[in-house]
């Protein structure tokens, strides 16, 4: 399943793409009986909110997001016009704000940035099922 928007950044956009992406979640659910864990449910509203908070915030013009979920995971793909690629930076503590990167970088499966003719696409991957913890008895 994939479905696409385009956000204008005015007041309520960055609620307005968690809304998609849940949206798209429970219809994945319901018509392809997938198995979406309460965790990669929270995850993907971050990771949505913290990069079109990026984009919106960083890149002049329009933003868009795509979503792709298959059977194991869910793509949150967002494009903007600037086509500066973002770094994560050091963790600090005592840094205030500027920990999105980070953030999304710890919680996805994968993290890439591709470069466009216009701007750039920022891909994170979240698996839609919570991996089993190890048995300490067995490994």
């Known amino acids: 399943m994939r479905a696409g928007f385009a956000l204008e950044g005015a007041g ?4 307005d793409a968690r809304h998609h992406a849940d949206a798209l979640l429970d219809k994945a659910h319901a018509d392809h009986d ?14 949505v909110s913290e990069l079109v908070t990026n984009a919106l915030k960083y890149a002049p013009g329009p933003v868009l997001m795509e979503l ?10 967002v494009w903007d016009s600037d086509p500066t690629v973002p770094v994560a930076r050091a963790a600090d503590p005592d840094r205030i704000g500027q920990h999105g990167l980070e953030i999304v970088k710890a919680v996805t499966e994968s993290l890439f940035t591709e470069q466009e003719p ?4 920022i ?3 979240i698996a839609l099922c919570d991996r089993p ?3 300490p008895v067995t490994g």
Request: charged content about 25%; glycine content about 6%; aromatic content about 0%.
């Open 123 to 125: 891909t994170a991957r």
């Open 12 to 15: 309520g956009c960055i609620a």
């Open 133 to 135: 913890e190890p048995n």
């Open 118 to 121: 216009v701007g750039k696409r």
């Open 68 to 77: 792709r979920i298959s059977a194991h995971a869910v793509d949150v793909v």
């Open 34 to 47: 997938l198995t979406v864990s309460a965790r990669a449910r929270d995850l993907t509203q971050l990771v």
